[in-house]
């Protein structure tokens, strides 16, 4: 697996570049040649984050850890990695989808009776009015309410969006596109 490894507030160095692809490397097994995983090291403060996305047959594997360590974030972020992949195993088996080029699932282990999660379900069908405001309003809307996201409609461009709260505390908005 070829390893893509950049740093944002932080030196790459030797150690820290030879560590994440040694432990991205163990994810080896789960995927055919020419997977490519992409490694983000960042710094904020005391925080020592790492994201990992790899890319699967247009959809993406992604985790990321944050700590006070580094070397404890990447071994975390592999952990997380492998979960998610037992985890799409198990999903790809139920809806008897095998056509991924990229992942080998006969090295995935199979979910422990005891380790396996819950199928997700909807349990609650919620609906209300749209009104039409801007993402400023909508964010406003959002902090009234004490959620960490708001659907609204556009009124700029009529279509139907989604602010949200971001982990650093900035808000991110989400614009349909339509092919």
């Not at 592999?78 to 999903?91: A, E, F, G, N």
Request: glycine letters at 4%; aromatic letters at 8%; zero cysteines.
């Amino acid at each position: 697996m070829k390893v893509i490894i950049s740093g944002k507030n932080i030196e790459v160095t030797e150690a820290l570049k030879g560590t994440v692809e040694s432990k991205i490397s163990k994810l080896d097994k789960y995927f055919n040649e020419g997977a490519e995983a992409q490694a983000t090291l960042t710094v904020e403060k005391n925080r020592q984050i790492i994201e990992v996305t790899i890319p699967i047959n247009g959809s993406i594997l992604r985790a990321e850890e944050v700590t006070h360590d580094m070397y404890t974030s990447i071994d975390k972020v592999v952990d997380k990695l492998i979960r998610q992949l037992r985890k799409h195993k198990t999903k790809m088996e139920k809806n008897r989808v095998s056509n991924y080029e990229t992942i080998r699932f006969e090295n995935i282990p199979v979910f422990e009776e005891e380790d396996r999660d819950v199928e997700a379900k909807i349990v609650k069908t919620k609906r209300f009015a749209l009104k039409p405001m801007v993402s400023e309003e909508a964010v406003l809307q959002m902090e009234l309410i004490g959620h960490n996201f708001y659907v609204f409609a556009n009124a700029d461009t009529d279509e139907v969006n989604v602010v949200y709260k971001r982990k650093d505390g900035n808000y991110g908005l989400i614009e349909p596109e339509f092919d």
